[in-house]
């Protein structure tokens, strides 16, 4: 995923809409695997030299810490 820019920007796009929108009605009733495997691939996002895939991913953990 990381290796393609444009599919990396379009799937934590897609990951900051829910993180911040549909949080309480979907990412919550996830079973704790799935839920682990968003995040791990947040964090190889704001591991990204890709400065708006940074930002992206900054922005859904906010809402999910924000949440919780």
């Known amino acids: 995923l990381m ?3 444009k599919l990396q920007r379009a799937y934590f796009s897609v ?3 829910v993180c911040d929108h549909h949080f309480q009605s979907m990412l919550v009733h996830l079973d704790p695997h799935k839920f682990a495997h968003i995040l ?3 964090k190889a ?6 400065g708006q895939t940074t930002t992206m ?7 999910i810490a924000t949440f919780y």
């Open 57 to 63: 991913c900054c922005a859904s953990l906010d809402s």
């Open 45 to 50: 996002g704001v591991r990204s030299t890709d």
């Open 15 to 17: 990951t900051e809409a």
């Open 3 to 5: 290796a393609y820019t």
């Open 40 to 42: 791990v691939s947040l």
